[in-house]
């Protein structure tokens, strides 16, 4: 028989906070929970800590614009410039948005962009830390669609080593790393099942740790 203790884990998803029945569904379709006759079951809060991580990305290279290098990840330290809106009418040219530091210039890149979202996310003049994919287009270094753009106070939650889940269409990858959380939320405490002077020694983490 299962310990009591441990019922929380096996709860269907949708007890997890921020879950509603789509979000349910689509997290029931991503860990394929079915039963013995091959029918889908509801997704468990268990299952959604054992859909384990493929990658990682690493943020915690923060160089300045002159240190950067092309084609790799990294979080710079930017103040917004000029925003260059594209002409009317013509859609397939992006948005774009000048901005530096004491070292050099990188411009921003937007397709298909929402001009009033931009401008609150990058006002002029303002500090704002970016992050994502380093590319460079006619000399210019630049980074199309930063993953991350947040303020210095936002930046001290910003995860700057993430986790890669397996996904499935309809799914945020934000939603997906929120609902892993509130299920890492629910973990009773648990004797640990190694030895504690060995994981001492070896300076382990807990599995909650």
Not at 42 to 62: E, G, K, N, T
Request: glycine fraction near 6%.
């Amino acid at each position: 028989m299962r310990p009591e203790f441990l019922n929380p884990l096996f709860a269907e998803i949708s007890t997890l906070p921020g879950i509603g029945p789509k979000i349910a569904a689509n997290l029931g379709r991503l860990v394929g929970r079915v039963d013995d006759e091959g029918k889908s079951e509801a997704a468990r809060v268990v299952d959604l800590l054992w859909h384990f991580p493929y990658a990682i990305i690493d943020r915690s290279h923060q160089p300045t614009i002159e240190e950067a290098v092309e084609g790799t990840i990294a979080t710079i330290s930017v103040t917004v410039g000029k925003h260059f809106p594209p002409p009317r009418h013509n859609k397939r040219v992006p948005y774009r948005v000048q901005c530096f530091d004491r070292t050099g210039e990188i411009t921003l890149v937007f397709f298909r962009a929402h001009v009033d979202y931009l401008q609150k996310q990058l006002p002029v003049g303002e500090l704002r830390l970016i992050s994502g994919r380093l590319e460079e287009f006619n000399g210019q270094l630049q980074m199309t669609h930063p993953d991350h753009i947040v303020t210095e106070e936002e930046f001290t939650s910003l995860p700057l080593i993430e986790p890669v889940h397996p996904m499935t269409a309809g799914l945020a990858t934000k939603t997906l790393r929120k609902s892993v959380a509130a299920a890492l939320d629910t973990c009773p405490d648990m004797p640990e099942w190694q030895n504690a002077a060995w994981r001492s020694q070896e300076k382990w983490p807990s599995f909650l740790d």
